[in-house]
């Protein structure tokens, strides 16, 4: 339960006045009570309401976003949201692209800070945004979206991926594929984790083998569906009448090696992927896949921040998740 002024003032026999004034460092209040007063409240782990406090100091109708990397196919489409929704709310935006390095994260936030903006809309790098809570500290509310986001994070929007994933194996299924093979980076993210427990739940219900292989070299994305479609071929092993690849340009990756080697899809082998990234649906490529909502995830990012930073009493924690679909194309049609 929240520790407030309340609770504070009752345990050091004062009035609320006073730890208002002790805690905000005015100067009509002795210096002994207002040490004492601090200190209780910090024994009491007592946070204050800083969106509150802090929007009378900051440009209210600013927002910072920061994105790992604004090329990343499924970006444009989300702040595309941002913008439309910013604009229907009134917001001004900030735009940091990080490069996907953590300095730039970092930097950018602190200059977010400087610039007072209201709020930071982040889709972080890596699981730990602790750099990021720093920086910040408490005074402006942080809405966490992307690939990163997972529970302990306080504002964030997700997509139910152990859903989609569930979806792109049943079809694969109700096909009459029963060697499924899926492939996956290596990177320890809640959106991956759902995406293989998604798959391997479905495979276990209907009793087929969960067989999951994992990028060795560390590679992402293309790059990696090729390496290890590569190394497939080359075992010498019965190739799987289907692939799951963790996300779309891992799965063009696959294709191309396939395509390469004078693999029918989805004849030899069918391709399923997950994101729905713009070259999913070129001619060449028709790729099935797991839709992600992505424009409707920047509404909801602002819709949410919005809602924190107008809210008369401060919201604990709170999360959206969106739900995806499927977009079957001629990778998967038997």
């Not at 001004?92 to 400087?114: F, I, P, S, V």
């Not at 080359?234 to 799951?244: V, Y």
């Not at 729905?276 to 099935?288: G, K, T, V």
Request: aromatic fraction near 6%; hydrophobic fraction near 40%; proline fraction near 4%.
């Amino acid at each position: 339960m929240r520790v407030t002024i309340k609770d504070i003032a009752k345990k050091a026999g004062v009035s609320v006045a006073a730890v208002s004034k002790a805690l905000n460092d005015q100067p009509d209040i002795g210096q002994k009570t207002k040490d004492r007063i601090k200190r209780i409240s910090k024994e009491m782990g007592y946070t204050p309401n800083a969106v509150a406090r802090n929007l009378v100091k900051r440009d209210y109708k600013t927002l910072g976003i920061l994105i790992p990397d604004i090329s990343t196919p499924i970006y444009p489409a989300i702040y595309k949201g941002i913008s439309a929704s910013a604009i229907k709310y009134g917001y001004t935006l900030l735009l940091g692209d990080m490069n996907r390095n953590l300095d730039n994260e970092k930097q950018y936030a602190q200059t977010m800070m400087e610039n007072r903006v209201a709020g930071l809309i982040v889709s972080p790098i890596c699981n730990d945004t602790s750099h990021l809570e720093e920086v910040v500290r408490g005074q402006i509310p942080i809405v966490y979206f992307g690939g990163k986001v997972n529970h302990k994070m306080k504002y964030y929007v997700g997509i139910n991926n152990v859903l989609g994933a569930s979806l792109a194996t049943e079809h694969l299924i109700s096909q009459g594929h029963k060697n499924i093979l899926m492939i996956s980076d290596k990177n320890e993210t809640k959106t991956r984790l759902d995406r293989i427990h998604g798959y391997v739940s479905v495979m276990e219900k209907n009793k087929l083998e969960p067989k999951v292989r994992i990028c060795s070299t560390g590679s992402l994305g293309r790059e990696c569906g090729s390496e290890e479609m590569l190394k497939i071929i080359d075992e010498g092993s019965e190739l799987p009448t289907a692939i799951f690849a963790l996300n779309d340009s891992m799965a063009i990756g696959i294709m191309e090696v396939l395509m390469n080697h004078r693999i029918r899809i989805p004849e030899d082998v069918a391709i399923m992927g997950y994101d729905d990234i713009p070259f999913s649906s070129l001619p060449m490529i028709n790729l099935s896949t797991v839709w992600q909502p992505k424009y409707e995830t920047g509404e909801a990012v602002i819709k949410l921040i919005n809602e924190v930073l107008t809210s008369s009493a401060e919201i604990e924690q709170k999360s959206v998740i969106l739900d995806p679909h499927l977009c079957l194309r001629n990778s998967t049609a038997l």
